[in-house]
């Protein structure tokens, strides 16, 4: 089980959530401030390496990876902003554009850019 802790990065924490989760296969546990992956069953471990490098990947993609450090301590991972004051300002924005560019799923919270592969992932609940 790992802990994410997003308090300094509340605006993007539920699209992380899901880019990492999805990612690593990982159950998700989102609490007020951070969030918490688990295995889906017990033979299988979340490597926290692997859970690092999907928040870089995910910072990248949004091209938020020189404005955040990432700590981990056993089985923690920190994100910190650099900037502070004008990082909350860059979020707050970036978080409005990318509602508008994503589609997400309203039974479990799949996040895509287009609209049809929305349409087809919905029918999964309906099976």
């Known amino acids: ?75 923690s991972i920190k994100i910190e902003s650099l900037d502070g004051k004008e990082m909350k300002e860059k979020l707050e924005k970036l978080s409005k554009k990318k509602k508008e560019l994503f589609f997400e799923c309203t039974h479990c919270g799949f996040m895509t850019r287009y609209e049809e592969e929305l349409k087809t992932h919905r029918l999964i609940h309906y099976i």
């Open 1 to 75: 089980m790992i802990t994410v802790d997003c308090s300094n990065a509340l605006t993007i924490k539920e699209p992380l959530l899901v880019y990492v989760a999805d990612k690593l296969g990982a159950l998700p546990i989102l609490k007020s401030e951070k969030f918490i992956l688990d295995s889906v069953d017990d033979t299988h471990s979340i490597n926290k390496l692997d859970a690092v490098s999907a928040i870089m990947e995910f910072l990248e993609s949004v091209n938020l990876k020189e404005n955040f450090q990432i700590t981990s301590k056993g089985n």
